[in-house]
Structures are given as C-alpha cells and as structure tokens.
C-alpha cells in the first residue's frame, strides 16, 4: 500500500516538475533562438551600414558606379563577419542589377526590403550543400534622402544552425536525463513523505494489536468465570466469588476502555480559552494528605514539599490531577517496603515543576527511551502482576503535553526514577 502510495507520489511529481522543466526549457529554447537570431541580424545590418558608407554612392546617372558591372566599388569595403557572404548585390533605383559579388540573382529586385530568411541551391562545391539556408537583408542606399539604389547581402545561416543544433543536442540529450533525476528525487521526496504515515500506521497497527491482546486476557477470564459459576452443583460461596472476580475484571476493563478513549481523543494542545486559572499548591495538597495515609499502610516512607506562595497556571485542574495521580501510583508500586516516595512542587524561570521521586527498583537506560509509549513495559510480568496495562505514562505525558508542558525521567537501576513535569506558568497580563 506504501509502496503504491509512495510511486504515485513520485510519478505526480515527476508529472509537475517535468511538465514546468520541459516548458522552461521550450521557452529558452526560443529565447535562445531569437536573441541568436537577433544578433545574428545586428551583425548583417552594421555590415550593410559599411559598406555603403565606405561606398559612397553618387546621384544616379549614366557614368556613376552603380551602372558598372564589376565590384570595385565593394573591394574595400567588405566588412569581417564570422560567416562569409554568400553574395553582394547593387541595385539602381529602378531595381535593376547593377553590380554584385558572389551569385548575380535576378536582374530586377522582387525582394521586399528588410530581412528574409531564404533556402537556395548550395553555393559551394559539397556533396551535402545542395540546399543551403541564408539570411538576407535589403535596404535602400540614401543620398540627400533620396534613393540612389538598393543593397542586399546574404551570409549563411551555417553558423547559427550548428549553434542551435548544439542547443537543440544538449536538450535532447539534457530533458530525459533532468526528468530521470526529477524521478529519482520525486521517489526520494514520496520516501520521506510516506514516513509519518508509515510511521503512524505502524502505531496504530502495535496500538491495535496491543489493545486486542489486552482485552483478549479479561473477556477470557470473564467467560471462564461465568461457565464455572453456572456448573451444577450450584454453590453460592463459588458463585458469589466468581461474580466478584467477574465485576473486578469488568471494572479493569472499564478503566481500560477509559484510558484508550482518552488516548485516542485527546489530541494536540488545549485552547487556553477553555482553561481554567488553577493553583497547584491546593490542588497537591490533598493528594499528599492521601498518598501519607496511603503509604502508611504500605510500610512506605512519603515526603512533600510545596512553594509557600500559590503556583497559578491554567490548566484542566482533573486532568493534571491525574497525571501526578499516575505518577504517584508508579511509584508507590514499584517502591519496596521502608523505601521512600517524595512529590515536590517549585517554580523555575516562569515554569511549574512537579517532581514524584522515589528510591524503589529503577529503569534500565535501554528502557528509558520507551517508558512513555502506550503499551510499553519494563516489566512485563511485575506490570500484570500489579494490573497495569503500560497505559499511565503514556496517558501522563499526553495530558503534559496538551498543557503545552514536557515530561522527564531520569532512572537508575536499584537506586530509584525520578520524574519531572514543567508547565508554563500564566502569565500577567
């Protein structure tokens, strides 16, 4: 499914950028081509511009040079170009030939003025030139602003082709070999799209997976219970001991499906709008009163230590109680008799700082990356045996988080955890 995903990805990209590459490259093409083309004609027309300056022709009549059949009037002033020409042509006013260099043409000028782009037989001797592509231009010879006759030139376009076709050989060459790297880098893109779905799939599929192999273990139980409770002989002591087992499974089921539903629907942080200014000191303060008698019964040392002065934020005061609620019961749990479990509240650098420490059996640095991901356990057996699911940490930094808050643990194997919740404090104003 990835796969397919990821090579329609590549393929729209592909589809894009190579449609706009191919454009590009169309559009330079013709750039290219008329600024040639262009240049091409500045350097014919300043040749033109010589010669008849260096010309200098005379009003028409009987004994000027324009009605001399030869091209000493040309000798000298030929202009240098990078293509030679392929003929030189002077007409009278009357658009008659007068005197040309190179192929004499028609007598009479049919041209139109300016330039032409013209294909004729190949002028020179080559096996390949029978046909040859040539720039013209013809313009009038002034004197006194009257007309006193007509040049026209032509070169050949030899030159410009090669350059084009050089232009036209890197494209052919460069656009499949551009759209192949475009490929290869859509393909590359798709990849590193793909990965927070990938990444996201895979979740919910260990999410899933776990959620059903959680709730496989109590509905077994639940059934089995029920089955021997109805077994004749009927013995109330035994039907009333498996209707008690199945109510204290059904009530970790319940606690179960509560959990997945807070996971699944609280998503990203809250809208302070909707928060409540709340002071923490009153709101640990009855938690340490609980937790004291509770660790009274478990044979367990329990110190706290609050801010003299109120700490107010706002938060959702139920939900941030059950975050340091989740903590503390880790603790408790995982804390042997005579050990020591301390929740501290202080302020930092405009933050509120909840610290539940506790010297009980620790976390290995493997683990520690993981503790905070759903399902996860250190110990596997440990955790069932005291009826976790490997839900609390995870449902504690999702709570820390939508407060817009972070969540740190710090462990040592045999020496106890510390874990450390920062929330921003309100600010004045």
């Known amino acids: 499914m990835f796969i397919r995903s990821r090579r329609n990805l590549a393929y729209l990209f592909t589809l894009s950028m190579g449609s706009i590459f191919i454009v590009f490259a169309g559009v330079a093409y013709a750039l290219v081509v008329q600024q040639q083309l262009q240049a091409f004609d500045e350097r014919l027309y300043r040749a033109c511009k010589m010669i008849v300056g260096n010309s200098q022709p005379r009003p028409y009549n009987k004994r000027s040079p324009l009605e001399r059949k030869d091209s000493s009037i040309f000798s000298d002033s030929l202009p240098t170009m990078n293509t030679d020409f392929v003929y030189v042509r002077l007409y009278d006013p009357n658009k008659l030939l007068v005197s040309y260099i190179g192929t004499p043409g028609t007598s009479i000028l049919k041209n139109n003025l300016g330039f032409q782009t013209l294909k004729i037989k ?6 390949d030139s029978n046909q040859e592509w040539i720039r013209e231009l013809t313009i009038q010879v002034l004197q006194n602003n009257l007309v006193v006759g007509y040049l026209q030139i032509a070169v050949s376009l030899t030159s410009l082709r090669e350059t084009l076709n050089r232009a036209r050989l890197f494209l052919t060459l460069g656009v499949p070999v551009t759209l192949g790297l475009i490929g ?8 590193l799209a793909m990965q927070p779905a990938i990444q996201s799939y895979r979740q ?19 059934l089995s219970n029920s089955q021997v409770a109805l077994m004749p002989p009927y013995d109330e002591e035994e039907q009333r001991f498996r209707l008690e087992n199945i109510v204290e499974i059904a009530k970790s089921m319940s606690n179960l499906l509560n959990n ?34 509770q660790a009274a ?23 941030l109680k059950q975050a340091v609620v989740n903590l503390l ?3 408790f749990k995982y804390t042997s008799e005579g050990g020591t479990v301390s929740l501290r509240l202080l302020t930092q650098s405009h933050r ?31 955790s069932r045996q005291t009826g976790g699911f490997g839900l609390g940490l995870a449902i504690v930094q999702q709570i820390v988080q939508a407060h817009r808050g972070n969540i740190t643990a710090k462990s040592l ?13 309100r600010m004045n104003g």
């Not at 044979?299 to 939900?319: G, I, P, R, S």
């Not at 700082?353 to 596997?380: C, M, S, W």
Request: glycine share 6%.
């Open 122 to 127: 190949g002028y020179q001797e080559k096996e």
């Open 184 to 191: 290869i880098t859509g393909w590359f893109l798709g990849g």
């Open 204 to 222: 919910l599929q260990r999410f899933t997976a776990d959620a059903s192999h959680e709730l496989r273990a109590p509905v077994a139980a639940i």
């Open 260 to 293: 997945l539903l807070f996971l699944a629907r609280r998503d990203g942080p809250f809208d302070p709008a909707t928060l409540k200014t709340i002071d923490l000191v009153k709101l640990l303060q009855p938690l340490s009163e609980e937790y004291q008698r």
């Open 297 to 319: 019964t478990q044979n367990l040392n329990f110190h706290f230590h609050f801010t003299e002065q109120a700490v107010q934020l706002k938060a959702d005061a139920d939900l």
């Open 329 to 331: 019961n880790n603790a």
């Open 352 to 382: 509120a700082i909840i610290q539940v420490e506790d010297n009980g059996i620790g976390i290995a640095k493997e683990h520690l990356p993981h503790i905070f991901e759903r399902f996860y356990r250190v110990d596997t057996v440990r």
């Open 413 to 425: 194997p045999d020496q106890g955890s510390t874990f450390q919740i920062e929330l921003p404090l």
